[in-house]
């Protein structure tokens, strides 16, 4: 039994040195070691042995698990050190190496121009609402002032859906319509938001198109405040104090209306629709028009990108072209 002992022990020390993985050296553990290793088998028959004898193989054997515990302790030490190493020499970042070049995204001129318009309108005191763009024809039209057999429609003749009367927005007055049902005055709001009209696509025209509006209802408001609000705006917006002319108009909702000119690099440029809300929009929302008056205005972001950015057609707005884009 000793030369067993002896021999196990040269055979395992000697397989224990040569193994390269940890799932191999816990297999030897196993072999050698476990419920069911060579060594419990050797030690089985321990009770053949004389009483003089067991003891003296006793401590060998004990000996020899702890020779084999030692190599198999060292062993896993040295893997897992030799596992660690292959993980970072595997992982390692060469931080001298150039990274992978990202380009950066930009600001489209459209949200450019929106982001600065809200942002004025929020240094004055606004708030900015929002709606769906899938409207019904009663807040699109008949609640601005704009009854079915009214001649305005055709002005804004629209893409209708084969459903419940929808039809995709007009413009985002329909917007203020909704706010004012759920708020009590006063009120000072903008709707900006991409709207939809049955127009011929050319240089300066397109079937969808973004606005930015504009409302204020309060006790004793005027075509003064109106004027007044607007000239701040155009001034913050085109950077200078630009002359400015009101010419009349007609909008079903507004009464009066008309339309605001600024002068811009010598030439006269339409940049705004607006007036004074009609009696009969702050009926229909449950406002009295004899303690409430208000002011409404309107403008198109693209007719102002092309007019700051000094773009020759509205469809390069649409075009996706890079060359364009990343000049902004």
């Known amino acids: 039994m000793e030369a067993q002992l002896t021999q196990l022990k040269q055979e395992a020390t000697e397989a224990i040195a040569s193994v390269t993985t940890l ?8 072999n050698y070691l476990g419920k069911k290793g060579q ?7 321990m009770g053949k042995l004389s009483p003089e004898e067991r003891p003296r193989i006793g401590a060998i054997a004990n000996e020899v698990k702890e020779a084999l515990q030692q190599s198999l302790d ?11 190493a292959a993980q970072l020499a595997a992982e390692t970042l060469d931080v001298t190496m150039p990274g992978v070049s990202r380009p950066l995204g930009r600001i489209h001129p459209l949200n450019s121009i929106i982001d600065r318009v809200i942002e004025i309108f929020l240094g004055l005191g606004y708030t900015v609402a929002e709606g769906p763009e899938i409207e019904s024809d009663y807040y699109n039209f008949e609640a601005l002032n704009t009854p079915p057999d009214h001649p305005a429609r055709d002005m804004q003749d629209t893409f209708y859906l084969p459903h419940d009367q929808l039809l995709l927005r007009t413009h985002t007055s329909s917007v203020q319509i909704r706010y004012m ?12 938001g991409r ?5 011929t696509v050319d240089a300066t025209h397109s079937a969808v198109f973004h606005q930015v509006e504009l409302l204020a209802i309060d006790r004793g408001l005027t075509f003064t405040d109106l ?15 630009l002359p ?32 004074m809300v009609d009696p009969n929009v702050l009926k229909a929302v449950g406002y009295d028009p004899e303690i409430y008056t ?35």
């Not at 060594?39 to 028959?45: A, E, F, H, W």
Request: hydrophobic share 40%; glycine share 8%; aromatic share 12%.
């Open 227 to 241: 004027k007044g609000t607007l000239k701040e705006f155009v001034r913050q917006m085109f950077g200078e104090d």
């Open 39 to 45: 060594l419990s088998q050797i030690l089985r028959g």
């Open 294 to 328: 208000g002011f409404a205005a309107g403008l198109g972001v693209e007719r102002f990108a092309m007019v700051l950015h000094q773009f020759d057609d509205i469809r390069r707005l649409y075009s996706s072209d890079l060359r364009l884009l990343q000049q902004f």
């Open 181 to 192: 049902e759920q708020h009590d005055p006063p009120i000072r709001v903008i709707a900006p």
């Open 244 to 275: 400015m002319r009101f010419r009349a108009s007609y909008f079903p909702f507004t009464e009066p209306s008309a339309e605001v000119d600024v002068q811009w690099k010598g030439k006269w440029l339409e940049v705004l629709g607006c007036g």
């Open 195 to 199: 709207v939809y009209r049955r127009d």
């Open 74 to 84: 060292q062993a896993n030490h040295q893997l897992e050190k030799a596992q660690i």
């Open 23 to 30: 799932d191999a050296l816990e297999q030897l553990r196993v």
